[in-house]
Protein backbone atom coordinates (compact mmCIF):
# COMPACT_ATOMS: atom_id res chain seq x y z
CA UNK A 1 0.00 0.00 0.00
CA UNK A 2 1.31 3.31 -0.62
CA UNK A 3 1.96 5.52 1.91
CA UNK A 4 2.50 8.67 0.01
CA UNK A 5 0.06 11.29 0.55
CA UNK A 6 0.36 11.66 -3.15
CA UNK A 7 -1.22 8.54 -4.18
CA UNK A 8 -4.50 8.58 -6.00
CA UNK A 9 -6.93 7.68 -4.09
CA UNK A 10 -10.61 8.04 -4.95
CA UNK A 11 -11.05 10.45 -2.09
CA UNK A 12 -15.06 11.23 -2.70
CA UNK A 13 -16.09 7.42 -2.91
CA UNK A 14 -14.19 7.20 0.23
CA UNK A 15 -15.59 9.92 2.09
CA UNK A 16 -18.94 8.47 0.96
CA UNK A 17 -18.07 5.09 2.46
CA UNK A 18 -16.68 6.36 5.69
CA UNK A 19 -19.73 8.93 6.49
CA UNK A 20 -22.32 6.06 5.80
CA UNK A 21 -20.34 3.78 7.92
CA UNK A 22 -19.72 6.03 10.76
CA UNK A 23 -23.12 4.56 12.04
CA UNK A 24 -21.99 3.63 14.94
CA UNK A 25 -20.53 7.12 16.38
CA UNK A 26 -24.29 8.98 15.12
CA UNK A 27 -26.19 6.33 17.18
CA UNK A 28 -23.71 6.65 20.08
CA UNK A 29 -24.25 10.92 19.58
CA UNK A 30 -27.91 10.94 19.10
CA UNK A 31 -28.49 8.60 22.26
CA UNK A 32 -26.06 9.92 24.29
CA UNK A 33 -28.12 13.79 23.82
CA UNK A 34 -31.06 13.09 23.23
CA UNK A 35 -31.45 11.10 26.81
CA UNK A 36 -30.34 14.08 28.53
CA UNK A 37 -33.27 16.52 26.78
CA UNK A 38 -35.57 13.43 28.20
CA UNK A 39 -34.31 12.89 31.32
CA UNK A 40 -35.97 15.80 33.02
CA UNK A 41 -39.38 15.29 32.01
CA UNK A 42 -38.82 11.16 32.44
CA UNK A 43 -37.96 12.18 35.88
CA UNK A 44 -40.86 13.43 36.65
CA UNK A 45 -42.78 11.16 34.89
CA UNK A 46 -41.76 8.42 36.61
CA UNK A 47 -40.53 9.91 39.85
CA UNK A 48 -37.26 8.91 39.78
CA UNK A 49 -34.62 9.08 42.58
CA UNK A 50 -30.92 9.94 41.77
CA UNK A 51 -30.02 6.32 41.35
CA UNK A 52 -33.02 6.00 39.14
CA UNK A 53 -31.76 8.79 36.54
CA UNK A 54 -28.85 6.81 36.22
CA UNK A 55 -30.10 4.19 35.98
CA UNK A 56 -32.42 5.23 33.18
CA UNK A 57 -28.79 6.50 31.30
CA UNK A 58 -26.72 3.31 31.87
CA UNK A 59 -29.41 0.90 30.95
CA UNK A 60 -28.62 1.66 27.30
CA UNK A 61 -24.68 0.84 28.69
CA UNK A 62 -25.45 -2.67 29.82
CA UNK A 63 -26.61 -2.95 26.11
CA UNK A 64 -23.62 -1.94 24.88
CA UNK A 65 -21.52 -3.53 27.48
CA UNK A 66 -22.97 -7.07 25.26
CA UNK A 67 -23.29 -5.76 21.70
CA UNK A 68 -19.13 -6.09 21.30
CA UNK A 69 -19.23 -9.86 22.24
CA UNK A 70 -22.14 -10.67 19.92
CA UNK A 71 -20.62 -8.37 17.41
CA UNK A 72 -17.32 -10.47 17.65
CA UNK A 73 -18.72 -13.37 16.40
CA UNK A 74 -21.28 -11.03 13.75
CA UNK A 75 -18.14 -9.33 12.54
CA UNK A 76 -15.99 -12.34 11.00
CA UNK A 77 -18.88 -14.78 10.21
CA UNK A 78 -21.35 -11.75 8.45
CA UNK A 79 -18.95 -9.51 7.86
CA UNK A 80 -18.33 -5.31 9.02
CA UNK A 81 -21.69 -4.00 6.60
CA UNK A 82 -24.52 -6.76 7.59
CA UNK A 83 -23.22 -6.03 11.68
CA UNK A 84 -23.60 -2.17 11.02
CA UNK A 85 -26.78 -3.28 8.97
CA UNK A 86 -28.52 -4.65 12.22
CA UNK A 87 -26.69 -2.06 14.85
CA UNK A 88 -29.03 0.20 13.00
CA UNK A 89 -32.39 -2.10 13.25
CA UNK A 90 -31.70 -2.71 17.00
CA UNK A 91 -31.62 0.76 17.45
CA UNK A 92 -34.61 1.61 15.52
CA UNK A 93 -36.42 -1.27 17.29
CA UNK A 94 -35.59 0.55 21.00
CA UNK A 95 -36.32 4.17 19.55
CA UNK A 96 -39.80 2.87 19.33
CA UNK A 97 -39.95 0.40 22.14
CA UNK A 98 -38.78 3.19 24.57
CA UNK A 99 -41.49 5.89 23.18
CA UNK A 100 -44.33 3.06 24.10
CA UNK A 101 -42.69 2.33 27.70
CA UNK A 102 -45.03 3.34 30.54
CA UNK A 103 -42.91 2.13 33.67
CA UNK A 104 -39.25 2.71 34.25
CA UNK A 105 -38.28 -1.26 33.62
CA UNK A 106 -39.58 -1.66 30.27
CA UNK A 107 -38.34 1.69 29.67
CA UNK A 108 -34.67 0.38 30.32
CA UNK A 109 -35.21 -2.43 28.50
CA UNK A 110 -35.43 -1.17 24.78
CA UNK A 111 -32.87 1.49 25.96
CA UNK A 112 -31.09 -2.19 26.70
CA UNK A 113 -31.95 -3.22 23.14
CA UNK A 114 -30.47 0.17 21.85
CA UNK A 115 -27.23 -0.64 23.19
CA UNK A 116 -26.91 -3.80 21.79
CA UNK A 117 -26.73 -1.89 18.42
CA UNK A 118 -25.03 0.96 19.83
CA UNK A 119 -22.68 -2.01 20.96
CA UNK A 120 -22.66 -3.54 17.77
CA UNK A 121 -21.71 -0.18 15.48
CA UNK A 122 -18.97 1.49 17.77
CA UNK A 123 -17.00 -1.73 17.44
CA UNK A 124 -17.75 -2.45 13.46
CA UNK A 125 -18.03 1.17 12.34
CA UNK A 126 -14.43 2.13 13.21
CA UNK A 127 -12.87 -1.38 11.94
CA UNK A 128 -15.03 -0.99 8.85
CA UNK A 129 -12.98 2.49 8.12
CA UNK A 130 -9.92 1.98 9.48
CA UNK A 131 -9.62 -1.52 6.60
CA UNK A 132 -10.66 0.68 4.04
CA UNK A 133 -8.84 3.75 4.45
CA UNK A 134 -5.38 4.48 2.38
CA UNK A 135 -2.80 4.92 5.52
CA UNK A 136 -2.40 8.60 4.80
CA UNK A 137 -6.37 9.02 4.84
CA UNK A 138 -7.02 7.00 7.77
CA UNK A 139 -6.78 9.32 10.74
CA UNK A 140 -9.12 11.71 8.72
CA UNK A 141 -11.67 9.04 7.64
CA UNK A 142 -11.73 7.24 11.07
CA UNK A 143 -12.32 11.20 12.36
CA UNK A 144 -15.54 10.74 9.84
CA UNK A 145 -16.89 8.52 12.91
CA UNK A 146 -16.33 11.74 15.33
CA UNK A 147 -18.17 13.99 13.11
CA UNK A 148 -21.20 11.73 12.85
CA UNK A 149 -21.10 11.71 16.57
CA UNK A 150 -21.98 15.22 16.72
CA UNK A 151 -24.35 15.50 13.86
CA UNK A 152 -25.82 12.97 16.25
CA UNK A 153 -25.81 15.17 19.06
CA UNK A 154 -26.61 18.38 17.44
CA UNK A 155 -29.73 16.86 15.70
CA UNK A 156 -31.13 14.98 18.94
CA UNK A 157 -30.46 18.70 20.44
CA UNK A 158 -33.26 20.01 18.41
CA UNK A 159 -35.48 17.19 18.76
CA UNK A 160 -34.82 17.49 22.46
CA UNK A 161 -35.62 21.00 22.40
CA UNK A 162 -38.65 20.97 19.90
CA UNK A 163 -40.23 17.95 21.91
CA UNK A 164 -39.83 19.85 25.61
CA UNK A 165 -42.50 19.93 26.69
CA UNK A 166 -44.63 18.09 29.72
CA UNK A 167 -46.78 15.06 29.15
CA UNK A 168 -45.67 12.83 26.26
CA UNK A 169 -42.90 15.20 25.06
CA UNK A 170 -40.56 12.90 26.08
CA UNK A 171 -42.12 10.25 23.95
CA UNK A 172 -41.34 11.99 21.08
CA UNK A 173 -38.02 12.70 21.39
CA UNK A 174 -37.51 8.45 21.88
CA UNK A 175 -39.19 7.80 18.66
CA UNK A 176 -37.52 10.65 17.05
CA UNK A 177 -34.36 8.50 16.42
CA UNK A 178 -35.87 6.31 14.23
CA UNK A 179 -35.89 8.86 11.45
CA UNK A 180 -32.60 9.49 10.59
CA UNK A 181 -31.85 5.73 11.18
CA UNK A 182 -34.47 4.71 8.50
CA UNK A 183 -31.33 7.02 6.04
CA UNK A 184 -28.55 4.92 7.63
CA UNK A 185 -29.85 1.64 6.66
CA UNK A 186 -30.31 2.73 3.05
CA UNK A 187 -26.98 4.16 3.17
CA UNK A 188 -25.40 1.00 4.40
CA UNK A 189 -27.28 -1.23 0.97
CA UNK A 190 -25.07 0.66 -1.50
CA UNK A 191 -21.54 0.36 0.69
CA UNK A 192 -19.23 -2.77 -0.08
CA UNK A 193 -18.00 -5.24 2.34
CA UNK A 194 -14.38 -4.52 4.13
CA UNK A 195 -11.78 -5.87 1.75
CA UNK A 196 -9.47 -7.03 4.05
CA UNK A 197 -12.42 -9.04 5.28
CA UNK A 198 -12.88 -10.21 2.45
CA UNK A 199 -9.60 -11.95 1.52
CA UNK A 200 -9.72 -13.44 5.09
CA UNK A 201 -13.34 -14.84 3.52
CA UNK A 202 -11.24 -16.16 0.44
CA UNK A 203 -13.16 -13.72 -2.00
CA UNK A 204 -10.18 -12.00 -2.99
CA UNK A 205 -11.53 -11.33 -6.30
CA UNK A 206 -14.34 -8.97 -5.09
CA UNK A 207 -11.29 -7.44 -2.50
CA UNK A 208 -9.47 -6.34 -5.32
CA UNK A 209 -12.38 -4.61 -7.37
CA UNK A 210 -13.13 -2.33 -3.65
CA UNK A 211 -9.46 -1.60 -3.27
CA UNK A 212 -9.51 -0.77 -7.31
CA UNK A 213 -12.19 1.59 -6.61
CA UNK A 214 -10.15 3.35 -3.69
CA UNK A 215 -7.12 3.58 -5.32
CA UNK A 216 -4.98 2.85 -8.64
CA UNK A 217 -5.01 -0.50 -10.13
CA UNK A 218 -1.67 -0.97 -9.28
CA UNK A 219 -1.77 -0.10 -5.78
CA UNK A 220 -4.48 -1.92 -5.10
CA UNK A 221 -2.76 -4.91 -6.13
CA UNK A 222 0.67 -3.96 -4.20
CA UNK A 223 -2.07 -3.50 -1.76
CA UNK A 224 -3.91 -7.04 -1.73
CA UNK A 225 -0.57 -8.63 -1.82
CA UNK A 226 0.09 -6.99 1.66
CA UNK A 227 -2.91 -8.01 3.18
CA UNK A 228 -2.61 -11.70 1.94
CA UNK A 229 1.03 -11.93 3.05
CA UNK A 230 -0.09 -10.42 6.54
CA UNK A 231 -2.75 -13.09 6.82
CA UNK A 232 -0.54 -15.87 6.00
CA UNK A 233 1.96 -14.85 8.57
CA UNK A 234 -0.22 -14.29 11.59
CA UNK A 235 -1.93 -16.41 13.41
CA UNK A 236 -5.39 -18.19 13.84
CA UNK A 237 -6.32 -15.22 15.88
CA UNK A 238 -7.70 -16.71 18.44
CA UNK A 239 -7.85 -14.88 21.54
CA UNK A 240 -4.86 -16.24 23.44
CA UNK A 241 -2.73 -14.35 20.63
CA UNK A 242 -3.91 -11.04 22.57
CA UNK A 243 -1.92 -12.26 25.65
CA UNK A 244 1.02 -13.21 23.48
CA UNK A 245 4.72 -11.01 23.50
CA UNK A 246 4.11 -7.82 21.59
CA UNK A 247 0.44 -7.95 20.59
CA UNK A 248 -0.56 -7.93 25.18
CA UNK A 249 1.44 -4.26 25.00
CA UNK A 250 -1.22 -3.23 22.15
CA UNK A 251 -4.19 -4.62 23.94
CA UNK A 252 -3.05 -2.90 27.16
CA UNK A 253 -2.64 0.52 25.27
CA UNK A 254 -6.55 0.21 23.74
CA UNK A 255 -8.03 -1.11 27.00
CA UNK A 256 -6.82 1.66 29.33
CA UNK A 257 -7.36 4.56 26.56
CA UNK A 258 -10.65 3.42 26.15
CA UNK A 259 -11.35 3.42 29.65
CA UNK A 260 -9.95 7.28 30.01
CA UNK A 261 -11.83 8.10 26.80
CA UNK A 262 -14.95 7.16 28.97
CA UNK A 263 -14.41 8.20 32.83
CA UNK A 264 -12.81 11.60 31.47
CA UNK A 265 -15.96 13.64 32.66
CA UNK A 266 -16.17 15.44 29.40
CA UNK A 267 -18.90 12.77 28.34
CA UNK A 268 -20.60 13.30 31.84
CA UNK A 269 -20.93 17.26 30.64
CA UNK A 270 -22.70 16.20 27.51
CA UNK A 271 -24.76 13.20 28.57
CA UNK A 272 -25.93 15.88 31.38
CA UNK A 273 -25.77 19.30 30.35
CA UNK A 274 -29.27 20.21 30.44
CA UNK A 275 -29.33 19.06 34.22
CA UNK A 276 -26.00 20.79 34.78
CA UNK A 277 -27.01 24.08 33.57
CA UNK A 278 -30.44 23.39 35.26
CA UNK A 279 -28.37 22.82 38.75
CA UNK A 280 -26.41 25.92 37.46
CA UNK A 281 -29.70 28.00 38.14
CA UNK A 282 -31.21 27.80 34.83
CA UNK A 283 -34.80 26.66 34.80
CA UNK A 284 -35.72 23.12 34.34
CA UNK A 285 -37.24 22.12 30.62
CA UNK A 286 -36.17 23.91 27.21
CA UNK A 287 -34.85 26.58 29.18
CA UNK A 288 -31.79 24.38 30.27
CA UNK A 289 -31.88 22.45 27.09
CA UNK A 290 -31.75 25.74 24.94
CA UNK A 291 -28.85 26.65 27.40
CA UNK A 292 -26.91 23.68 26.54
CA UNK A 293 -27.66 24.19 22.78
CA UNK A 294 -23.89 26.54 22.80
CA UNK A 295 -22.02 23.37 23.89
CA UNK A 296 -22.86 21.04 21.42
CA UNK A 297 -22.29 23.92 18.72
CA UNK A 298 -18.75 24.16 19.96
CA UNK A 299 -18.17 20.73 19.84
CA UNK A 300 -19.37 20.60 16.27
CA UNK A 301 -16.97 23.51 14.74
CA UNK A 302 -14.40 21.72 16.91
CA UNK A 303 -14.85 18.40 14.95
CA UNK A 304 -14.26 19.83 11.78
CA UNK A 305 -10.92 21.19 12.57
CA UNK A 306 -9.92 18.51 14.25
CA UNK A 307 -9.71 17.33 10.40
CA UNK A 308 -6.69 19.79 8.97
CA UNK A 309 -5.10 18.61 12.98
CA UNK A 310 -5.10 15.13 13.26
CA UNK A 311 -3.96 15.38 9.18
CA UNK A 312 -1.10 17.99 10.39
CA UNK A 313 0.02 16.91 13.92
CA UNK A 314 1.45 13.49 15.10
CA UNK A 315 -1.34 10.99 17.04
CA UNK A 316 0.64 11.19 20.13
CA UNK A 317 1.69 14.56 20.76
CA UNK A 318 -2.19 15.87 20.04
CA UNK A 319 -3.73 13.72 22.16
CA UNK A 320 -1.79 14.86 25.37
CA UNK A 321 -2.24 18.42 24.28
CA UNK A 322 -6.23 17.37 24.32
CA UNK A 323 -6.45 15.86 27.54
CA UNK A 324 -4.39 18.35 29.26
CA UNK A 325 -6.81 20.86 28.00
CA UNK A 326 -9.56 18.87 29.62
CA UNK A 327 -7.83 18.57 33.02
CA UNK A 328 -7.98 22.77 33.01
CA UNK A 329 -11.54 22.48 32.11
CA UNK A 330 -12.57 20.58 35.15
CA UNK A 331 -9.89 22.87 37.21
CA UNK A 332 -12.18 25.67 35.90
CA UNK A 333 -15.47 23.55 36.38
CA UNK A 334 -14.58 23.14 40.20
CA UNK A 335 -13.58 26.55 41.08
CA UNK A 336 -16.79 27.86 39.55
CA UNK A 337 -18.76 26.04 40.94
CA UNK A 338 -17.12 26.51 44.17
CA UNK A 339 -17.41 30.29 44.08
CA UNK A 340 -20.92 30.47 43.14
CA UNK A 341 -20.30 32.07 39.73
CA UNK A 342 -23.18 33.70 37.27
CA UNK A 343 -25.04 30.48 36.08
CA UNK A 344 -24.37 30.91 32.52
CA UNK A 345 -20.47 30.76 32.95
CA UNK A 346 -20.96 27.40 33.74
CA UNK A 347 -20.91 27.48 29.54
CA UNK A 348 -17.27 28.61 29.90
CA UNK A 349 -15.38 25.00 31.37
CA UNK A 350 -17.89 23.02 29.45
CA UNK A 351 -16.61 25.13 26.18
CA UNK A 352 -13.06 23.88 27.72
CA UNK A 353 -13.41 20.42 28.34
CA UNK A 354 -15.80 19.48 25.25
CA UNK A 355 -13.89 21.24 22.82
CA UNK A 356 -10.02 20.49 23.47
CA UNK A 357 -11.77 16.52 24.25
CA UNK A 358 -13.57 16.27 20.45
CA UNK A 359 -10.39 18.19 19.06
CA UNK A 360 -8.35 15.54 20.13
CA UNK A 361 -9.07 12.49 22.36
CA UNK A 362 -12.32 11.70 21.16
CA UNK A 363 -11.08 10.71 17.53
CA UNK A 364 -7.96 9.70 18.07
CA UNK A 365 -8.32 7.67 20.91
CA UNK A 366 -10.80 5.65 18.51
CA UNK A 367 -8.03 6.36 15.48
CA UNK A 368 -5.26 4.52 17.45
CA UNK A 369 -7.45 1.55 18.77
CA UNK A 370 -8.80 1.06 15.69
CA UNK A 371 -5.11 0.73 13.78
CA UNK A 372 -2.73 -0.76 16.47
CA UNK A 373 -3.79 -4.73 16.08
CA UNK A 374 -2.58 -6.74 13.62
CA UNK A 375 -5.75 -7.94 10.76
CA UNK A 376 -6.55 -11.50 11.84
CA UNK A 377 -6.71 -10.54 15.67
CA UNK A 378 -8.48 -7.11 15.17
CA UNK A 379 -12.09 -7.75 15.74
CA UNK A 380 -11.48 -9.52 18.76
CA UNK A 381 -9.29 -7.25 20.41
CA UNK A 382 -11.65 -4.32 19.59
CA UNK A 383 -15.07 -6.43 20.86
CA UNK A 384 -13.06 -6.81 23.81
CA UNK A 385 -11.81 -3.32 24.16
CA UNK A 386 -15.36 -2.19 23.60
CA UNK A 387 -16.67 -4.31 26.45
CA UNK A 388 -13.95 -2.30 28.62
CA UNK A 389 -15.23 0.99 27.36
CA UNK A 390 -18.86 0.36 27.79
CA UNK A 391 -18.39 -1.27 31.56
CA UNK A 392 -16.66 1.69 32.55
CA UNK A 393 -19.12 3.98 30.65
CA UNK A 394 -22.03 2.39 32.63
CA UNK A 395 -20.16 2.92 35.92
CA UNK A 396 -19.13 6.39 35.12
CA UNK A 397 -22.66 6.64 34.06
CA UNK A 398 -24.80 4.88 36.83
CA UNK A 399 -22.43 7.16 39.51
CA UNK A 400 -22.09 10.40 38.45
CA UNK A 401 -25.88 11.46 39.18
CA UNK A 402 -25.41 10.06 42.82
CA UNK A 403 -21.76 11.30 43.48
CA UNK A 404 -22.68 14.52 42.68
CA UNK A 405 -25.72 14.36 45.12
CA UNK A 406 -23.84 13.32 47.64
CA UNK A 407 -21.11 16.53 47.39
CA UNK A 408 -24.14 18.63 46.85
CA UNK A 409 -25.20 17.37 49.94
CA UNK A 410 -22.60 17.74 52.02
CA UNK A 411 -20.70 20.46 50.34
CA UNK A 412 -23.01 22.54 48.55
CA UNK A 413 -21.73 22.45 45.69
CA UNK A 414 -20.92 19.50 43.03
CA UNK A 415 -16.80 21.34 42.68
CA UNK A 416 -15.45 18.02 44.54
CA UNK A 417 -16.30 15.81 41.36
CA UNK A 418 -14.55 17.76 38.41
CA UNK A 419 -11.78 17.66 40.73
CA UNK A 420 -11.47 14.30 40.56
CA UNK A 421 -12.47 14.44 36.75
CA UNK A 422 -9.04 16.71 36.83
CA UNK A 423 -6.89 14.22 38.99
CA UNK A 424 -8.55 11.23 36.06
CA UNK A 425 -7.30 13.49 32.65
CA UNK A 426 -4.00 14.12 34.29
CA UNK A 427 -3.26 10.42 34.91
CA UNK A 428 -4.49 10.09 31.32
CA UNK A 429 -1.54 12.84 30.46
CA UNK A 430 0.98 11.05 31.96
CA UNK A 431 -0.13 7.77 30.69
CA UNK A 432 -0.68 8.68 26.84
CA UNK A 433 3.08 10.29 26.70
CA UNK A 434 4.86 7.20 28.70
CA UNK A 435 2.90 4.13 26.56
CA UNK A 436 0.70 5.52 23.56
CA UNK A 437 3.08 5.17 20.43
CA UNK A 438 2.53 7.08 16.95
CA UNK A 439 1.15 4.81 13.97
CA UNK A 440 0.85 8.11 11.67
CA UNK A 441 1.42 7.33 8.14
CA UNK A 442 1.83 3.83 8.69
CA UNK A 443 -0.32 0.72 6.73
CA UNK A 444 -2.59 -1.69 8.95
CA UNK A 445 0.37 -4.50 8.35
CA UNK A 446 2.76 -2.62 8.90
CA UNK A 447 1.94 -1.53 12.50
CA UNK A 448 1.00 -4.93 12.99
CA UNK A 449 3.94 -5.85 12.02
CA UNK A 450 5.58 -3.38 14.26
CA UNK A 451 4.61 -5.58 17.36
CA UNK A 452 6.26 -8.92 16.12
CA UNK A 453 9.24 -6.84 15.36
CA UNK A 454 9.44 -5.13 18.54
CA UNK A 455 9.60 -8.76 20.70
CA UNK A 456 12.04 -10.03 18.26
CA UNK A 457 14.17 -6.47 18.68
CA UNK A 458 13.82 -7.25 22.66
CA UNK A 459 14.81 -10.75 22.64
CA UNK A 460 18.17 -9.65 20.94
CA UNK A 461 18.54 -6.30 23.07
CA UNK A 462 17.66 -4.22 20.24
CA UNK A 463 15.16 -1.20 19.58
CA UNK A 464 12.46 -1.97 16.36
CA UNK A 465 13.23 -1.14 13.03
CA UNK A 466 9.91 0.61 12.27
CA UNK A 467 10.69 4.44 13.10
CA UNK A 468 8.51 6.80 15.13
CA UNK A 469 6.63 4.21 17.39
Known amino acids: MSNAP ?31 GALPFLGQSFSLSPAMKGFAVSSAILGSITGPLIGLWLADRLGRRKTMMLAAIFFMISAVGSALAFGIWDFAFWRFVGGLGIGLAMMSSPIYIAELSPPHLRGVLVNVNQLSNVIGINLAVIAGYYFSFDGWGWRWMMISGAVPTIFLILGLLVIPESPRWLVAQKRNAEALRILTRINSAAIAAKELAEIEGSLVKESAGEFKELFQPGIKTAFFIA ?13 MMLLYAPTIMAEAGISMGS ?5 SIPVYLVIFLCTLAAFPLIKKFSRRGLLITS ?26 PMFIGTGAFTLGFAPLSWIIVSEIFPNRIRSKALAVVCFFLYVSSFVIAQLFPMITDFFVKHYGNAAGVYLIFAGICFTCVVFC ?7 KGLSLEMIGKFWLDDVAAKAQKKEPAIPDL
Open 6 to 36: GGKANKSYIYIIALVASIGGFLFGYDLVIIS
Open 255 to 267: IILMIFSQINGVN
Open 287 to 291: DAILS
Open 323 to 348: VSLMTIGHLVMAVNLQQGWPPMFTLI
Open 433 to 439: WKKVPET
